[in-house]
């Protein structure tokens, strides 16, 4: 049997499909709604100057481009400089579009609030990925960086796609599904 | 008790998203979510208008209608952001961000089974 620590909420295992609120106040799920579509529109917005086809990649380069060479000219991880140079920015169309179509969809997802854990999860790497290439670069406060990974693992923790999110209204009908997409979908909801 | 309420307001907010968005045919600048063109705006408004109505009478088939017409928006305006422009929808990266988001959650929505409702999907949508 576990009890959550500071609720009144407790799940047994016969309940071990059933959901337990995370956040038995209307007050705390408001919050973490709103934290999630902000988070969610902060990848939309910033999936905007993510230009193909060539993302930048010009004389003088700019954009996502300029934003990874920072990764070589302002070195944060030795070994992910490295393979910056030698593998992303040679084939930097391929990893442009990679970037674009996984910040749109952590947009995409976390705004409606669906597979949110799992886009949480997303997000946490591809903020380290940032983090990597432009930690040391001109002009730029780490502690913007930190601020979301840690918005990134307060999703993850509070399943914040519950609140608000179409993960709360779709949940019921996974949990009743026998099929392996929808326990799938029950597990990174 | 039933949870079909709960999904059809799901695509009436998914709807009414959409129809705000249109706001951003006037916002430039630092605070341009999205941008929205003239086309986008035509989109943005039937589209939009098309889940609140298939949410306000209960009517899937609308929501799977409308989250298509998301999803093959989105869809053309990345091809078109592979030719190098905005083209004729005079959209970026976030608007095929958002019409990704609204064409998922609505089809999701409209093809979501109706469960009894768990003490969960009551908290989720009080």
Sequence with gaps: MIVLAGTDYVAGTDYATRAVPLLPSRVNRAVIAIVRVGVGLLWLQNAGWKTPPDFGRGDPPDGLYLSTTYAV????????????????????????????????????????????RFWAVVGMAQTVVIMLSILNAPHEWYWAYVLMLLAHMALFATAAGRYGGLDGLLRPSWQGSRSRFARLLVRVS | MRTRDSLDRGALVLGVVSIVSAVFVFVHGTFQLVQIGAAGLV????????????????????????????????????????????????????TFSLWLGLGVGLVAVGLAAVPEATEESLEATN
């Excluded at chain 1, 140079?85 to 705004?111: C, I, K, T």
């Excluded at chain 2, 009478?57 to 905005?86: C, N, P, T, W």
């Design chain 1, 73 to 116: 000219s302002h070195q944060v991880f030795g070994p992910y400089a490295w393979l910056v140079d030698r593998l992303v920015l040679p084939n930097f169309a391929f990893f442009g579009w990679m970037v674009l179509l996984v910040e749109a969809s952590l947009g995409a997802f976390l705004l409606i609030g669906l597979a949110t």
């Design chain 2, 43 to 94: 989109v943005a408004l039937v589209l939009g208008l098309l889940a609140v109505v298939a949410g306000w009478l209960d009517e899937r088939a609308l929501m799977l209608g409308a989250g298509a017409g998301f999803l093959i928006a989105a869809a053309v305006q990345l091809v078109l952001l592979a030719g190098g422009r905005s083209g004729f929808l005079g959209g970026n990266a976030s």
